[in-house]
């Protein structure tokens, strides 16, 4: 299964974040500190690999026994998959291209700054892809079907709160 | 009204999330002020009683937390109200709060049960999709087992994209609540044979997942996954298929011969490098026994190795280092592309290469191999340097040096790691030079030689990553010093002043190594004298020595210093080879000594110890010393004292005589030979192995109160305690119970101390015991697996005492006839499995009750399947009959059965063991009669699940009494 994933830009700031296994030694969801602290060590790794080299990176110290991970520049983001012996190193590499070319057809032409100020969407997005660490889907198409229905849902509750809302605060003076 | 007042201003006036975020780009250098103003904010509108301000803040704090790695653990609260908010929007807002901050620890989940049960159950699919990721991450064992029946019904739901999410997250469920699975078993097995492509998909997921853990259980299930391998185009799908594969196959050999044909198929037809890969690994994890898929995986793994990607090089490496023990001819095909890919830019793709060479070493190309590999070293980044040299150490010592024969070369080498400038591999070359000490007799010699040269250059001293091997050297050329061409040389070696640049471990391990080395020198030089006049009488030795003294003044002063000749004869032979051989020479050269003495100035031989040259050596120790006897450091303290008392006992001694003149010299010569003799016996000892579980077989001797010191080393040194549980014990004798009065106290137990890092409690109880550690930083696990090499010594002398029993195993271990060089491999000492630890036992893990409940599953299955109902809980005769036949399948099978039974027996009895500790530990070992019992123990705790378990172990049984039953008809197909 996938352990987790994420993505940080150049300068080492984390863009997106998801962790999808208990640490095995704690039987604890990592907390906050600890998050940060492995994404910054998977960025100290990171940023002293050279360019054009292979894209696996041994895990094993920081995310235990067993752990691999793959990674890639995009731009000027790193996509880092971490995951186990139950999914083939080239199929993330793919699963990868999948992920960014869906928010790149969810963002026309995605770049940093759209992960930045599209926290909850890109979750949706990767959270259709990826449930508890499994690989539901890979075709973009699919994939940004469900999203918008989902952005339409949201935007549909929220237009109903907007006028309400000032209604019905007002007259409570 | 003025708080829904406040909250109205707080909403008109409130950030967003986008404001936030603007906000934070805005102030990159005062960021933590900002935020913490803006958690301020958070704290405030988080409170309000207006849903949209509160999730809107509930928003900003997530993202605060997941980006910022602020704390949010606090807003649990808040986040489950919003989660039950009636708009979606607020609860995909909750959600997501609750899905990246919550964990098993969060109170407020035991309040969420009833919201995710509605929303489970919601006909808005993405509100049952919010529902899902959430558990998904959060899924405790009361989560699981409360919605189980929610997950049950999603799992059949006529939406693929609720029932795809279902199956992932019914994985998650099963790990927490085994119970989940006699329910939700059958409809995710159905989701295998479905039409849908995508719940098909998911489900192969989750029984990837679950049978890397335990891949037993799920062999019934094979026919499903064959009909998927053989059916399924969709790659993804394939590669979970053939993950499956890789751990069921070694469990049926009907199945790997089943498989090898599709598999190949795909090997040859897809055009997916990823689904090539699987193929490659598949079939050398798991079908290594069929030689034309292995040579279609090799040649499709060249594919790879010559491939510009080095994501693919790097693959093509890791799958020749799977194929690695079983097909070496692989490896040795590719062998040019291996060595070159060394070289490589890629530190992934030469640690891949490195580790590939290391397979191919063996006896006959280890030299060639390693000075290869040297060579690289030294043109290598230093990290991978590194890696090279432990490959290297790990790779020769590996089973007690199983591939060196020439140990001076090994040796030589070590040495001349040391000497890699990027070298951090210190401890290990440490520990390895005097374990070689230990167990190989014959590479002494060279060892010493070795140690020489690293311990005189001055350059070494400076490099902290060198200390334990310089330890290690100035140890090995203290103890075995009479191999040393010069001692002389050695000791200015060891007290040259850089030393101060070593750690005060080290340090005293140097200073005592030079105590060795003059006690040595001491004792040749006296030795000499006394063999240069061994038929002398006493008379005229007594009536000749002072004339000799008036008329030939200081310089030739040493000749005449000789004592009576009292050694017995048997003297020479108690004494070292070295130092035997070296009384022959003099005894050859005895003419020259006398004559040619004035024109050694500098007398550095080693045969030749002059009177000077010892008075020299003698000051050079004193004031080398000297400044240490104020050193803060006890240790150190301690043992210049040593040294510093020897020299002034021993000076004024040969001193003295010069003025004294008197035949009382001639007894303080004697008392100063007695007692070097007496030191020197001691050092020459040998250093015999003793498993760590000799002491235990030692009798306590009476008065002695053994527990109650050991206890309160216990309390000050908890910690080093379990370090010296693993190290080995060095017993050596207890010189002050057997030389009795004649040796001053002084010297005599400090004295025979090793040389070892030690604290003054630790000595103190070494005194107290006669015992001596190594030091704590060499223990390995080496150390452990010494051979009871004195046992049966030990054994026949159980009535006598500790310094006994010491004594008699030193003994047999001190008169070792010179092994010939012409041997072929110097004995390498090691031991049998006796000491072996006991490999780590088999954890029970919920996986085993996972497949456990799982075999349950599928038997309940099958029982649904072929015969009519038959109640739950009831075990009919027939469904006994059932569940032998799908679960012996795979033993039965083996061409080894009994072996596959007995794991698979030890197996299901832990798995059933929960609550039931008795059971837990069954050895491999045990046989059919004792299993039988188990069952018989077990069988009073019956519940559907044992007496289905019961059957198992008696299908196990008669697997071991009726090798062959066709039992599988169908098994696959």
């Given at each position: 299964m996938i352990k987790a994933v994420l993505v940080i830009n150049?300068?080492?700031?984390?863009r997106l974040s998801k962790f999808y296994e208990f640490q095995?030694?704690?039987?604890?969801?990592?907390?906050p500190e600890k998050q940060q602290e492995l994404i910054r060590s998977v960025y100290g790794v990171l940023c002293s690999r050279p360019e054009?080299?292979?894209?696996?990176?041994?895990s094993n110290p920081l995310f235990g026994l067993d752990s691999r991970l793959v990674y890639r520049t995009f731009a000027s983001l790193y996509f880092v998959f971490i995951f186990d012996s139950s999914e083939n190193e080239l199929a993330m590499l793919d699963l990868m291209q999948a992920f960014v070319e869906t928010l790149d057809k969810c963002?026309?032409?995605?770049?940093e700054l759209d992960l930045v100020f599209n926290f909850s969407k890109v979750h949706a997005i990767l959270d259709e892809i990826i449930l508890g660490g499994q690989v539901?889907?890979?075709s973009s198409a699919e994939i940004v079907k469900a999203v918008d229905e989902i952005s339409r849902l949201e935007k549909a509750s929220n237009a109903m709160t907007l006028v309400p809302k000032s209604i019905a605060t007002w007259p409570s003076r | 009204m003025a708080t829904t007042a406040s909250s109205f201003m707080d909403s008109l006036f409130q950030r967003t999330l986008d404001d936030l975020i603007k906000g934070l780009r805005h102030n990159l250098i005062g960021e933590q002020l900002f935020i913490s103003k803006s958690l301020e904010d958070i704290r405030k509108e988080i409170k309000s009683t207006d849903l949209q301000t509160k999730s809107i803040a509930l928003e900003k704090l997530t993202y605060l937390s997941s980006?910022?790695?602020?704390?949010?653990?606090?807003?649990a609260f808040h986040a489950v109200e919003i989660m039950s908010s009636s708009r979606f929007s607020h609860k995909k807002i909750g959600y997501l709060a609750a899905s990246l901050s919550f964990n098993e620890?969060?109170?407020?989940l035991l309040l969420i049960t009833n919201q995710l049960r509605k929303d489970l159950s919601s006909t808005n699919e993405f509100e049952v999709n919010l529902a899902l990721e959430c558990l998904s991450v959060i899924a405790t064992i009361d989560l699981a087992r409360d919605l189980t029946p929610e997950l049950f019904t999603l799992?059949?739901?006529?939406k693929v994209y609720v029932r795809k999410k279902a199956i992932a997250v019914i994985f998650k469920v099963f790990e927490k609540y085994q119970d989940s699975v006699g329910v939700c078993f059958k409809r995710l097995v159905e989701n295998l044979e479905g039409s849908d492509g995508k719940s098909m998909s998911a489900a192969v997921g989750v029984f990837c997942e679950l049978a890397a853990k335990d891949p037993r259980a799920y062999l019934p299930l094979a026919p499903e996954f064959y009909r998927i391998l053989v059916d399924c185009r969709n790659n993804w799908v394939l590669i979970k298929v053939l993950k499956i594969f890789a751990s069921l196959a070694p469990l049926e050999p009907r199945l790997a011969k089943r498989i090898v044909e599709p598999i190949c198929e795909l090997m040859r037809k897809t055009g997916a490098k990823s689904l090539l890969f699987e193929c490659i690994r598949t079939v050398v994890t798991?079908?290594?026994?069929?030689e034309s898929a292995v040579r279609l995986a090799v040649s499709k793994t060249r594919e790879f190795l010559s491939d510009d990607d080095s994501n693919l090089k790097y693959l093509g490496l890791q799958a020749l280092t799977i194929m690695?023990?079983?097909?070496?001819w692989a490896i040795l095909e590719n062998k040019e592309v291996v060595i070159k890919s060394?070289?490589?830019?890629?530190s992934n793709v030469k640690l891949a290469a490195l580790r590939l060479v290391m397979t191919m070493v063996s006896e006959d190309n280890v030299i060639e191999i390693c000075r290869v590999l040297l060579n690289y070293s030294l043109k290598s980044d230093p990290e991978f340097c590194n890696e090279i040299l432990s490959s290297i150490l790990f790779t020769c010592s590996r089973n007690f040096y199983e591939?060196?024969?020439?140990f001076d070369w090994y040796v030589s080498l070590l040495g001349e790691m040391s000497r890699?400038?990027?070298?951090?591999?210190g401890e290990e070359i440490e520990s390895q030079l005097i374990d070689i000490c230990l167990r190989v007799e014959d590479a002494r010699p060279e060892l010493v030689r070795v140690g020489r040269d690293l311990v005189i250059?001055?350059?070494?001293?400076?490099n902290p990553f060198l200390h334990g091997i310089l330890s290690a050297a100035a140890w090995v050329s203290g103890e075995?010093?009479?191999?040393?061409?010069s001692p002389f040389e050695l000791l200015e070696a060891l007290l040259?002043?850089?030393?101060?640049?070593?750690?005060s471990s080290v340090r005293s391990v140097y200073i005592q190594s030079s105590f060795k080395v003059l006690v040595f020198c001491l004792h040749s030089y006296l030795l000499n004298n006394e063999a240069h006049i061994p038929s002398s009488s006493p008379e005229k030795l007594a009536s000749g020595v002072p004339d000799t003294v008036l008329g030939d003044?200081?310089?030739?002063?040493s000749v005449i210093?000789?004592?009576?000749?009292?050694?017995?004869?048997e003297h020479d032979a108690d004494f070292s080879p070295g130092a035997s051989n070296h009384g022959v020479s003099v005894e050859n050269d005895g003419e020259d000594v006398i004559h040619g003495q004035t024109s050694?100035?500098?007398?550095?031989?080693?045969?030749y110890f002059t009177r000077e040259s010892i008075i020299k050596l003698l000051d050079m120790s004193e004031m080398a010393l000297g400044p240490l006897?104020?050193?803060?450091?006890v240790e150190i303290q301690e043992r210049s004292r040593n040294v510093i008392g020897l020299i002034e006992l021993i000076k004024q001694e040969i001193t003295g005589p010069l003025v004294k003149k008197e035949t009382d010299d001639m007894r303080d010569e004697f008392k100063a030979l007695n007692m070097i003799r007496l030191i020197c016996d001691g050092f020459s000892e040998e250093l015999g192995p003793v498993p760590v579980t000799a002491q235990e077989r030692v009798p306590v001797p009476e008065g002695l109160t053994l527990v109650e010191n050991l206890c309160d080393l216990d309390t000050i040194f908890a910690d080093m305690n379990l370090l010296t549980q693993s190290s080995l014990i060095l017993g050596t004798l207890n010189l002050g119970e057997t030389t009795g009065?004649?040796?001053?106290?002084?010297?005599?137990k400090d004295d025979l101390e090793p040389a070892t890092e030690s604290t003054s409690l630790l000595s103190e109880h070494r005194k107290r015991h006669g015992l001596y550690y190594l030091p704590?930083?060499?223990?390995?696990?080496?150390?452990?697996?010494?051979?009871?090499?004195n046992d049966s010594l030990l054994q026949q002398n159980e009535n006598d005492h500790v310094d006994d029993l010491v004594k008699l195993t030193e003994q047999s271990l001190v008169p070792?006839?010179?092994?010939?060089?012409?041997?072929p491999r110097p004995v390498v000492v090691k031991l049998d499995e006796?000491?072996?630890?006991?490999?780590?036992?088999k954890l029970e893990s919920e996986e085993n009750l996972l497949s456990g409940a799982v075999r349950d599953a599928l038997l309940g299955n099958e029982d649904k399947s072929t015969s009519a109902k038959v109640p739950c809980g009831k075990s009919s005769s027939k469904r006994i009959e059932k569940g032998k036949q799908s679960v012996d399948v795979p033993s039965e099978s083996n061409d080894n059965a009994a072996d596959k039974g007995k794991a698979d027996v030890g197996k299901g009895s832990s798995r059933r063991s929960k609550g039931r500790?008795?059971?837990?530990?069954?050895?491999?070992?045990?046989?059919g009669g004792t299993q039988r019992e188990g069952n018989g123990q077990r069988e009073n705790l019956k519940s559907s699940r044992t007496s289905k378990h019961k059957t198992h172990h008696g299908a196990v049984d008669s697997v071991n009494v009726i090798p062959q039953t066709p039992v599988i008809p169908d098994f696959l197909l």
């Open positions: 150049g300068m080492g700031k984390p095995e030694d704690d039987h604890a969801m990592q907390p054009n080299v292979s894209n696996f990176i041994q963002f026309s032409n995605v770049c539901l889907e890979t | 980006i910022h790695g602020i704390d949010m653990s606090w807003a620890s969060t109170e407020v799992l059949s739901s006529s798991s079908l290594g026994e069929y690695g023990p079983k097909h070496l060394l070289s490589d830019t890629d591939i060196i024969v020439d890699i400038p990027n070298c951090q591999k250059d001055p350059a070494l001293l400076g075995y010093v009479e191999f040393a061409k040259q002043p850089r030393t101060n640049l070593l750690p003044g200081f310089l030739e002063a210093t000789a004592p009576k000749s009292i050694v017995e004869s050694l100035s500098v007398p550095l031989e080693k045969d006897l104020e050193s803060h450091e009065g004649s040796l001053s106290d002084l010297q005599t704590s930083e060499k223990s390995n696990s080496l150390y452990n697996a010494y051979p009871p090499a070792k006839k010179k092994p010939s060089h012409a041997k006796g000491d072996v630890p006991i490999t780590s036992r500790g008795k059971e837990r530990k069954h050895k491999s070992g045990v046989k």
